[in-house]
Structures are given as C-alpha cells and as structure tokens.
C-alpha cells in the first residue's frame, strides 16, 4: 500500500485525540475487590503500604459486597494497597503510575479507564484504510485489471478485515492493556487459524493436481510450485501449533509456563510472527486467485479493432494442439458476440513464431485454421516472429499501428484462461492497453498458474511486501516485551 496524505492525517489525529483521551481520564482509576456480605467501610482498615507518594485514595465506597477504591497518579511510579478486614490480611494490589501520570492497576500494563479509547481509534483508522483500499482498487481495476498493485490492495484488505473485526470486540470489552496486547497478536494471526482447514483439504488438491501436471507436462521446478506452497503453508500453520502443544505439556529446557520467564514470551512471539506472516501471505494468495479468476472470465467490451491470438506448440503436421485451438475458438467466439451486439467486425492477429520442431509459424498455423472457419483473408494480420508472450504483444503491437494508421486501437487478446492476468500484465508493461479473455483448460494447470502469479506478485511488489512484513516482525516483538515487562515489573 503505498503511502498517502489522507491516511498520515487521519493517524496523527487518531493518535492526538487517542492521547488527550488517556491523559484526561487515565490519571485515576478503580481498585475493586469482594467483601463478605454486610461488610461496612467502618470494618476495613485500607492502608497504602508502600510508596505512598505516588498515588491518593480519593474515594472508598462498598456496593453489591465489592469494595471499590478509587486512586489518583501523582508521581511516576508504584504504589501497593492493602485491605485488612477485622485485623486479618484480606487484599493486596498494586498500582502503577507511568509518565505523564497515568495510572494503571494489577499489573505493569493493567486496567486502565479510559483504555478502551485505543481499539476504538484503531479500528476507525482500519475503517478508512479498508474504504480507502477498496476505493484505490475499484479505481485502478476499472482501468486496468491487469497489475500486481491490485493483487496488494486486495490482498491486504482480506487480511485487515478479521484484524478490525477483532479490534471492534476488544473495544467492547475492554479491561486491561496486556490483554488488549494479546488481542491483537491473536487477532493478527487469526486468519492462518480459520483457514487451516480449508488449506489442509487445498494442499492435498495441489498436491494432487501437481502430480498430474508433472505427469502429463514433466518433472520441471515450475510444475512443482504449487505443491511447495502448500506444503510451507500447511508445515508453518499446523507446525506452530504442535510445537506449541509439545513444549505445554512436556519438561523442556524451554519453559512456557512461568509467566515471569523470557523464555516464555519468545516462544509467544515466534508463534505469533510466524502465524501472522503465514496470514498475510495466505490472504495475498487468496487475493492473487480471486484476481485470475476475474480476469479469466472477462469479457473485452464490444469496441475492439483487433483481438490477438497468443500462440503455443502446434502439432507436427501444422495443426492446432487443443489448447491453442482452443485459444482460436474463443476469439471467433469473442467476434461472433460483438458481431451481434454492435455490429462491428474485429480483425484477427495470430501471433507467434517457429520453434526448432515445428513445420510453420505458431501464428500462420492460427491464421490457417482461422481461414477454415471462414474468416476472410483481410481480416488476419498474421504476427509469425515472437518466441514468448512478450514478444507476441510487441510484434503484434507493430503490425497493428501499421494497420489501423493513427490513433489508438483498441486491443483484445485470447489466450487459455490461467495465462489470462499474467499475459495483461507483461502487455501493460509495455504500454499496451488490452482487455483479455480466456478459454477453457484442465484444471491442473490453474492451481500452478495461481502460485506463479502469487510467487510473481511477492517478487514485483517485494519492496512494499518487505515493509509488511518487518512491520509485523516489529510489531509483534515489541508487543511481546511489552507483555513480559508487565507481568516481571
């Protein structure tokens, strides 16, 4: 997400109001305690015990059987307060006073009254950053449908979503700092945990549908990709929590049940990292679907000059494999329709060149078959030099302007529906606009081409991923000391 004026502003004021809120109501707060029934103020002897300096007891008052002892900070520091009843000890607390005089009780960072002011603010600046993700992907994906920076906006929506969700209910319930820190760690990681079973049953589909892919297209690093993916996912997620269930309840060297050891909070905030991380590469990849997926069932708008054929291998006597046919038919398809709807006749651009094993032209073998489905010959402008999809946009880009003179035509593509989003992207990368639509194919192929585009957007946008992640690296660590300070404090 790149940076903007409008959310630096709403941060600074969130943060202004959220810090004038606290130190207005934060300089007192309530100590409550039960009380045998009938007890009465007369009964308690209320001491402060230690540190008297720091705090003041303003108010003493006995309802429902709970004492409630009202403090105010005076100094930065730590105070205890005892509560005997009939000459015997019955209560003891502490209260903590933190610059400039905010008070808070039971712990280091306890109960603080005015707390809940901090769930609140960050939930409305999560609001506006949602609305305006939402807002700045609406906006680009209408123009252009075909960039990484969507799969970003996306992605870090669906991964805000249960964050704010959980933010909300800490607002509603809110008590105590710590625990609002633990909230959002868990709130953070949440999203690893819900999905866990739908990436377990997806992982063994990858896995499967990897199997097939290598059988039918070879045992290449590309056509194993997806099964990696699921096997990090899966290993990170469920790893976590097994290792974590391991060391609960077996004696190890490390011991994650004295509150009051580091060792504790480390292995907290490695569970955390790692399960926030995995939650937000889980929500790009399901951001990066939902984007292919859109773009393989476009449709291009009606108003198209040209559309382009991508090519790919052709058979040794010069026809059509299926899937380039398949191609073929659905730019016939795609001119048929337009045809009926605005009456306006698209000119077809079969494109691509002669391998080392092929008899002719990728290219010229399309314009062939497109010539037994009895398209005329002036309406095939045949591209037959490129090698790749990005030489098929940039020869087939030439001959176009040739064509069609001055002004900008306006360009579709067809090719098998998984290449649909990364084809757009390499033809916006060279400035040419497009609309793309794709044809059928085996369903093996798409769960590989779903983890190539997430592998590309995390390498094309690697930079503002990096940001991301040392960000919640950062956060989750400090939330993690913080945590430890106060429960040793």
């Given at each position: 997400?790149?940076?903007?004026?409008?959310?630096?502003?709403?941060?600074?004021?969130?943060?202004?109001?959220?810090?004038?809120?606290?130190?207005?109501?934060?300089?007192?707060?309530?100590?409550?305690?039960?009380?045998?029934?009938?007890?009465?103020?007369?009964?308690?002897?209320?001491?402060?015990?230690?540190?008297?300096?720091?705090?003041?007891?303003?108010?003493?008052?006995?309802?429902?059987?709970?004492?409630?002892?009202?403090?105010?900070?005076?100094?930065?520091?730590?105070?205890?307060?005892?509560?005997?009843y009939?000459?015997?000890?019955?209560?003891?607390?502490?209260?903590?006073?933190?610059?400039?005089?905010?008070?808070?009780?039971?712990?280091?960072?306890?109960?603080?009254?005015?707390?809940?002011?901090?769930?609140?603010?960050?939930?409305?600046?999560?609001?506006?950053?949602?609305?305006?993700?939402v807002?700045?992907?609406?906006e680009?994906?209408?123009?252009?449908?075909?960039?990484?920076?969507?799969?970003?906006?996306?992605?870090?929506?669906?991964?805000?979503?249960?964050?704010?969700?959980?933010?909300?209910?800490?607002?509603?319930?809110?008590?105590?700092?710590?625990?609002?820190?633990?909230?959002?760690?868990?709130?953070?990681?949440?999203?690893?945990?819900?999905?866990?079973?739908?990436?377990?049953?997806?992982?063994?589909?990858?896995?499967?549908?990897?199997?097939?892919?290598?059988?039918?297209?070879?045992?290449?690093?590309?056509?194993?990709?997806?099964?990696?993916?699921?096997?990090?996912?899966?290993?990170?997620?469920?790893?976590?929590?097994?290792?974590?269930?391991?060391?609960?309840?077996?004696?190890?060297?490390?011991?994650?049940?004295n509150?009051?050891a580091?060792?504790?909070?480390?292995?907290?905030?490695?569970?955390?990292?790692?399960?926030?991380?995995?939650?937000?590469?889980?929500?790009?990849?399901?951001?990066?679907?939902?984007?292919?997926?859109?773009?393989?069932?476009?449709?291009?708008?009606?108003?198209r000059?040209?559309?382009?054929?991508?090519?790919?291998?052709?058979?040794?006597?010069?026809?059509?494999?299926?899937?380039?046919?398949?191609?073929?038919?659905?730019?016939?398809?795609?001119?048929?329709m337009?045809?009926?709807?605005?009456?306006?006749?698209?000119?077809?651009?079969?494109?691509?060149?002669r391998?080392?094993?092929?008899?002719?032209?990728?290219?010229?073998?399309?314009?062939?078959?497109?010539?037994?489905?009895?398209?005329?010959?002036?309406?095939?402008?045949?591209?037959?030099?490129?090698?790749?999809?990005?030489?098929?946009?940039?020869?087939?880009?030439?001959?176009?302007?040739?064509?069609?003179?001055?002004?900008?035509?306006?360009?579709?593509?067809?090719?098998?529906?998984?290449?649909?989003?990364?084809?757009?992207?390499?033809a916006?990368?060279?400035?040419?606009?497009?609309?793309?639509?794709?044809?059928?194919?085996?369903?093996?192929?798409?769960?590989?081409?779903?983890?190539?585009?997430?592998?590309?957007?995390?390498?094309?946008?690697?930079?503002?991923?990096?940001?991301?992640?040392?960000?919640?690296?950062?956060?989750?660590?400090?939330?993690?000391?913080?945590?430890?300070?106060?429960?040793v404090?």
């Open positions: 997400m790149k940076k903007n004026p409008s959310l630096w502003l709403i941060e600074r004021i969130l943060l202004v109001i959220c810090a004038a809120f606290i130190m207005f109501f934060g300089r007192t707060g309530v100590m409550k305690t039960s009380v045998p029934a009938g007890t009465k103020l007369e009964d308690l002897d209320i001491r402060l015990v230690q540190s008297a300096e720091h705090v003041a007891i303003t108010d003493t008052v006995i309802e429902d059987n709970m004492l409630k002892i009202t403090l105010k900070a005076l100094s930065v520091g730590k105070a205890s307060i005892e509560v005997h009939q000459r015997e000890y019955g209560y003891m607390n502490t209260a903590y006073v933190h610059f400039p005089n905010i008070l808070m009780i039971n712990t280091y960072l306890g109960q603080l009254r005015g707390g809940w002011i901090m769930p609140v603010s960050q939930s409305l600046f999560l609001a506006y950053v949602i609305y305006f993700l807002r700045k992907y609406r680009k994906t209408a123009v252009n449908l075909f960039d990484y920076d969507n799969i970003l906006n996306l992605g870090t929506i669906i991964f805000t979503v249960p964050i704010i969700i959980g933010q909300i209910w800490s607002a509603i319930g809110f008590s105590a700092l710590d625990s609002y820190l633990e909230d959002i760690m868990s709130d953070a990681s949440s999203f690893s945990f819900v999905i866990l079973p739908v990436a377990l049953v997806s992982s063994v589909l990858v896995t499967l549908s990897n199997i097939q892919l290598m059988k039918k297209e070879g045992r290449r690093l590309t056509n194993m990709l997806g099964c990696a993916l699921g096997m990090v996912l899966i290993i990170g997620t469920v790893g976590v929590y097994l290792i974590d269930e391991y060391l609960m309840w077996n004696q190890t060297s490390i011991d994650v049940h509150q009051g580091a060792t504790m909070y480390i292995v907290m905030a490695l569970r955390n990292i790692i399960l926030t991380l995995i939650s937000y590469l889980e929500s790009i990849l399901l951001a990066t679907i939902i984007l292919a997926v859109k773009a393989a069932l476009g449709i291009p708008d009606f108003d000059d040209y559309i382009m054929i991508l090519g790919c291998q052709i058979r040794d006597d010069g026809s059509l494999t299926p899937l380039l046919k398949g191609r073929a038919d659905k730019a016939l398809q795609f001119a048929r337009q045809k009926q709807a605005s009456g306006k006749d698209v000119i077809f651009v079969p494109s691509g060149g391998g080392d094993d092929e008899i002719m032209a990728e290219g010229q073998a399309v314009g062939n078959y497109l010539l037994s489905q009895g398209i005329d010959a002036d309406h095939i402008i045949v591209e037959d030099r490129s090698v790749n999809t990005e030489e098929n946009f940039r020869y087939s880009r030439q001959l176009i302007r040739q064509h069609f003179g001055e002004g900008e035509p306006k360009i579709a593509f067809s090719t098998t529906n998984y290449h649909v989003f990364r084809s757009g992207i390499l916006y990368r060279q400035n040419v606009p497009v609309q793309g639509t794709g044809s059928p194919t085996r369903s093996y192929f798409w769960i590989n081409a779903f983890v190539r585009e997430f592998i590309a957007t995390l390498y094309y946008e690697r930079m503002t991923h990096l940001t991301i992640r040392l960000v919640i690296i950062i956060v989750m660590t400090v939330i993690s000391h913080l945590q430890y300070l106060s429960n404090l």
